[in-house]
Structure formats: structure tokens, C-alpha cells
């Protein structure tokens, strides 16, 4: 069996299956483009996405994913049932309990409330072109009327939320963002575009601690690279069960 996909709630979920298993899971938190239903996933449909998830698997890994409501940009429901995903998976895979985390754009959003709230289950951090301030991406997102207008209505959507107190709440968030974690934390920024490199920019200013974190940059044709460097990362935090 390549992979199994079953629901919780109405969110579709996903695991995908190593031939040679090692024991050690990753939880994939997508961005807004994710999804998940009951035969196929983003990260499958993907050509880009399916190499990596065939690397990971070659290199023994376990890898289960959610829908997680679609663009749920950190809601509390999506994190809840992120939980309740590793739960799951935990106790009906043969897995060892501590898991590593990779998360693309908003999904990092939920792997950060993730930490906080998962002490002790989990290993490492990749964060792969991450959100980290719904503040910041709003206040970037505010020069494209358009997009800022698409935004805020998933937001209100995803926090059952009037737009008006949102806006407000969010826009009195922190400047900064302090990601002072007891796992390994590792930033991958591919620099496509200048929307990119902004926010590469952005999350180095904003970042209290980055000195502390491994940041990796690379070209959009270095792409392929990413697998690797997804895997080396991973198995450099493993020896300790």
C-alpha cells in the first residue's frame, strides 16, 4: 500500500507509505494551494512536490498530511486537528512518537502554534518559504487591493471572524517574532521572484533570534536540490530516539 487516505471531522487526510520504513514520521503542512482529498493530495498531483515526497520515502520515511479546512492561515481549528492527525497516525503506524515537521508558507503559521503546543513529540523544524506574521503578509498584501480584499476574506473565514475586530487584532500583533524552540529550526527561502527575496528580507529583520536558526537560500532551478537537503537536515537530528 503506497498510501492511505481517510477523514477526520470533513478533512481529508494522507499517509504515504516508505517501502523500507525507519521509523520516523514527517507531518507535511501545506501551503494555501494545499489540499487533500479522499484519492490524491497537492503534494501528489505536484510534479516538484512528488519528488520529494518519493526522495523522503526512499529514505525510509512515513509522511502523513491534512486538508486542515483548506486556507486556514494558523486558525485554532487547524491546529487543533493537526494535533489530532499526529494522534491518529501515532497510534495505528509503527512510529517512533517523535516527528519531524515540514512546513511551506502559511503552513508555517500552524507549525509554530504546533511547537508550542506538541513539547516533547517533536524533533525538527523545516520551514520552507515560511508566513510567520499574519501582521507582516497583511501589511505586504495591502498595496494589491485585490489580493489584500482575497485575503481577508479567507481570514475571516478560517477565525469566524468579523473583518473589522480581525484587522484590528492583527494589526496590534508583536513586531517581532521569537522562534525560541526546544527542536532544531531550519528556514529554507527559494528566491523566486521579488516577493520572495521581500519576504526572505523580512523574516531576517523580524526574527528575534535568527542567528540561532540554519537559513539556507537558493535559485528557483536549484529547486531538485530541495529533497536532499530536506533528508540531511532530518537524519542530522535522529540519533537520539
Sequence with gaps: MEN?????????????????????????????????????????QNEGKLAIINQLKESGYTIFSSNLYGRNWGSENAVELA?????HVIRSEILNNKVH?????????????????????LRSLIL???ILSLKYHLEQEKEHKFFYKKVMKELTVAYQREQELLERDIFNME??????FDVPVKIIHVLSGGKAYNQSKLIQQMVKNID??????ILPEKKQQLGRMFIKFFKSHESVL
Excluded at 83 to 87: A, E, T, W
Excluded at 109 to 115: F, M, P, R
Design 4 to 44: 492511505r487516505n481517510f477523514q477526520m471531522d470533513t478533512e481529508w487526510n494522507i499517509i504515504h507509505y516508505p517501502e523500507k520504513p525507519t521509523g520516523f514520521g514527517i507531518l507535511i503542512i501545506g501551503d494555501e494551494r494545499h489540499f487533500v482529498d479522499e484519492n490524491k493530495c497537492f503534494w501528489s
Design 83 to 87: 494535533q489530532r492527525l499526529y494522534q
Design 101 to 121: 515537521i515540514l512546513a511551506e508558507g502559511m503552513g508555517a503559521l500552524i507549525a509554530i502554534k504546533l511547537v508550542e503546543k506538541m513539547k516533547g513529540t
Design 128 to 130: 520552507l518559504n515560511p
Design 175 to 180: 513586531e517581532r517574532v521569537t522562534l525560541e
Design 212 to 217: 540561532t536558526i540554519e537559513t539556507s537560500y
